[in-house]
T-cell receptor
Framework: DSGVTQTPKHLITATGQRVTLRCSPR?????VYWYQQSLDQGLQFLIQ???????AKGNILERFSAQQFPDLHSELNLSSLELGDSALYFC????????????FGPGTRLLVL | SQQGEEDPQALSIQEGENATMNCSYK?????LQWYRQNSGRGLVHLIL?????REKHSGRLRVTLDTSKKSSSLLITASRAADTASYFC?????????????FGAGTRLAVHP
C-alpha cells in the first residue's frame, strides 16, 4: 500500500459527459501528479501540483483540468468526454516538488461508451 | 520522443532465469529510477540510482548506470512467476523551470513457471 488513495476505482460514462477523479496523497507529501495510461500511449504525464499551485504541465488536454485543495487532496476534472479518453488515470505523490521518488495510487479505470 | 526508452519492449523467460531490461535516455540526469507495474495496478518504486553511482543492489535486483552511454540496466536474478509485470525506467529532466520525472514506455516481462 503506497498510502495514496484514489476514488472511484472504476467509472463508466457516456461521451460528452463530465467526471471528477479524486486523489489523496501520502501523509506529508506536497506534490500530486496525474498520469493517463492507455494501451497505445503508455504512461503520459498530465499535470503536477505542489502545495496547492500548478507546478508543471504535460500532455493535458484543454478539456481536462485539475486542482489541489488546501488539505492537499487533488481532483482531476475531465469534460466533454470522448471514446479516446478511456484509460487508467493514476495519481502519484511525492514529498517535494522535484524529481524524487513518486508513490502511485491504485488508479481509476475510466470507460467512455 | 521519450527521455527514457526501455528495451526490449517485451521479454518472456522461464522461472529461475535472469531477466535483463535496458533503458536509454537522451539528456543529462541527476538520477534514474525503476518502477514495476502489475497489470492494471499502480506503479511501485523499485530502486533509485544517482548519476554518481554505477551500480546498486536491492534483493534480487541489480541496477547499473553508465552515464557516458546514457543507459541503465535492470537485472532480476532467479526470476519468479510473481515478477511478471511491466517495468519502467524514469529519468529526471529539467523543463519549464522545474525538475520532473519522465517515464519510458516500459518492458513487459512474463515469467513462466
Amino acid at each position: 500500500d503506497s498510502g495514496v488513495t484514489q476514488t472511484p476505482k472504476h467509472l463508466i460514462t457516456a461521451t460528452g459527459q463530465r467526471v471528477t477523479l479524486r486523489c489523496s496523497p501520502r501523509s506529508g507529501d506536497l506534490s500530486v501528479y496525474w498520469y493517463q495510461q492507455s494501451l497505445d500511449q503508455g504512461l503520459q504525464f498530465l499535470i503536477q501540483y505542489y502545495n496547492g499551485e500548478e507546478r508543471a504541465k504535460g500532455n493535458i488536454l484543454e478539456r481536462f483540468s485539475a486542482q489541489q485543495f488546501p488539505d492537499l487532496h487533488s481532483e482531476l476534472n475531465l469534460s466533454s468526454l470522448e471514446l479516446g479518453d478511456s484509460a487508467l488515470y493514476f495519481c502519484a505523490s511525492s514529498g517535494g516538488g522535484g524529481a524524487e521518488t513518486q508513490y502511485f495510487g491504485p488508479g481509476t479505470r475510466l470507460l467512455v461508451l | 520522443s521519450q527521455q527514457g526508452e526501455e528495451d526490449p519492449q517485451a521479454l518472456s523467460i522461464q522461472e529461475g532465469e535472469n531477466a535483463t531490461m535496458n533503458c536509454s535516455y537522451k539528456t543529462s540526469i541527476n538520477n534514474l529510477q525503476w518502477y514495476r507495474q502489475n497489470s492494471g495496478r499502480g506503479l511501485v518504486h523499485l530502486i533509485l540510482i544517482r548519476s554518481n553511482e554505477r551500480e546498486k543492489h536491492s534483493g534480487r535486483l541489480r541496477v547499473t548506470l553508465d552515464t557516458s552511454k546514457k543507459s541503465s540496466s535492470l537485472l532480476i536474478t532467479a526470476s519468479r512467476a510473481a515478477d511478471t509485470a511491466s517495468y519502467f525506467c524514469s529519468t529526471d529532466m529539467f523543463s519549464g523551470g522545474y525538475n520532473k520525472l519522465i517515464f519510458g514506455a516500459g518492458t513487459r516481462l512474463a515469467v513462466h513457471p
